[in-house]
């Protein structure tokens, strides 16, 4: 028996279902079923909720996510084999597990969640993490679908997430999360906890969505954060010449021309971005 429930220990689900992780998958599984329990309780109460999960392999975190009180998991595999283990979990809990076999890079999540409150919590597989989290934070609809995102990702990429002006791993992710996002390490986690262990640390990121971020066109943000982070050790001046009259972009913006892109809070790459579209719209 398990620490929270009467389902098989993971390992043993490993070894019957011949679920040999694959490093093209980014699958690194998650086996200590308290620790799986420790991030979905960083997901805040789950009563009523329904969770969207991303990859959950042997189903050691879907398991957490239920016996944590999920009203109903979304599980999106794309593995063909783990749907065998998922199945018996969903036989465990009636009624409150949907396994979606698929690409969670084209899933329709926000019409699997349904009408009610969803949240996002994953161990999310690492060859795809960063490339969902944009897709969530920058998607045209906003406020979204999820009211939180409890996500795994390699410490690395946490730290480049949360990172605001001054901090080294500042950057385009920085100012993207932190204009629609409050974002947080909740904790760490060492790669002995996976199966196979990876050569690196993990961090558990916790992101609550801001109701109403500054006004600004995702394109447009992304766009500028391109060219002043591109070169991000020369000033501004020059590292946005290739946006159009740089001196004119960075007046109309309020900021200084000397400044480096390491240097300039979310707001500022907002004001940025909105004078960018605003001389495009004019010499259209």
Same mark, same amino acid.
């Given at each position: 028996?398990?620490?929270?429930?009467?389902?098989?220990? $993971? &390992?043993?689900?490993?070894?019957?279902?011949?679920?040999?992780?694959?490093?093209?998958?980014?699958?690194?599984?998650?086996?200590?079923?308290?620790?799986?329990?420790?991030?979905?309780?960083?997901?805040?109460?789950?009563?009523? /909720?329904?969770?969207?999960?991303?990859?959950?392999?042997?189903?050691?975190?879907?398991?957490?996510?239920?016996?944590?009180?999920?009203?109903?998991?979304?599980?999106? %595999?794309?593995?063909?084999?783990?749907?065998?283990?998922?199945?018996?979990?969903?036989?465990?809990?009636?009624?409150?597990? %949907?396994?979606?076999?698929?690409?969670?890079?084209?899933?329709?999540?926000?019409?699997?969640?349904?009408?009610?409150?969803?949240?996002?919590?994953?161990?999310?597989?690492?060859?795809?993490?960063?490339?969902? $989290?944009?897709?969530?934070?920058?998607?045209?609809?906003?406020?979204?679908?999820?009211?939180?995102?409890?996500?795994?990702?390699?410490?690395?990429?946490?730290? &480049?997430?949360?990172?605001?002006?001054?901090?080294?791993?500042?950057?385009?992710?920085?100012? $993207? !999360?932190?204009?629609? !996002?409050?974002?947080?390490?909740?904790?760490?986690?060492?790669?002995?906890?996976?199966?196979?262990?990876?050569?690196?640390?993990?961090?558990? /990121?916790?992101?609550?969505?801001?109701?109403?971020?500054?006004? !600004?066109?995702?394109?447009?943000?992304?766009?500028?954060?391109?060219?002043?982070?591109?070169?991000?050790?020369?000033?501004?001046?020059?590292?946005?010449?290739?946006?159009?009259?740089? #001196?004119?972009?960075? %007046?109309? #913006?309020?900021?200084?021309?000397?400044?480096?892109?390491?240097?300039?809070? /979310?707001?500022?790459?907002?004001?940025?971005?909105?004078?960018?579209?605003?001389? &495009?719209?004019?010499?259209?």
């Amino acid at each position: 028996m398990s620490a929270i429930d009467d389902l098989p220990p $993971l &390992r043993d689900v490993l070894r019957k279902h011949d679920l040999i992780p694959k490093k093209a998958l980014g699958q690194n599984f998650l086996l200590d079923l308290n620790l799986t329990a420790r991030i979905a309780r960083a997901g805040g109460r789950l009563a009523g /909720v329904t969770v969207v999960e991303v990859g959950p392999g042997p189903g050691g975190l879907t398991r957490a996510l239920l016996a944590e009180g999920a009203a109903k998991v979304v599980a999106i %595999e794309k593995d063909h084999r783990a749907i065998a283990a998922l199945d018996e979990i969903a036989a465990r809990y009636p009624g409150r597990l %949907e396994i979606v076999e698929g690409d969670a890079l084209e899933v329709d999540m926000a019409r699997l969640a349904g009408d009610g409150p969803a949240r996002i919590i994953a161990n999310l597989p690492y060859n795809v993490a960063t490339p969902l $989290l944009t897709g969530w934070v920058g998607a045209a609809q906003w406020p979204p679908f999820w009211d939180g995102l409890t996500l795994m990702f390699q410490r690395e990429v946490a730290e &480049r997430i949360v990172a605001g002006p001054g901090d080294d791993a500042y950057g385009r992710l920085g100012v $993207l !999360c932190g204009w629609r !996002c409050e974002a947080r390490i909740a904790f760490d986690v060492g790669p002995q906890a996976f199966t196979p262990p990876p050569k690196v640390t993990s961090s558990v /990121v916790r992101l609550t969505p801001r109701p109403d971020p500054l006004p !600004c066109s995702v394109k447009a943000l992304e766009t500028v954060t391109q060219a002043a982070f591109g070169q991000r050790r020369k000033m501004l001046r020059q590292s946005l010449k290739s946006l159009g009259d740089a #001196a004119a972009l960075l %007046e109309a #913006a309020g900021l200084e021309p000397t400044r480096r892109a390491e240097e300039i809070p /979310v707001d500022g790459f907002v004001a940025l971005a909105n004078a960018w579209e605003a001389a &495009r719209k004019t010499s259209a």
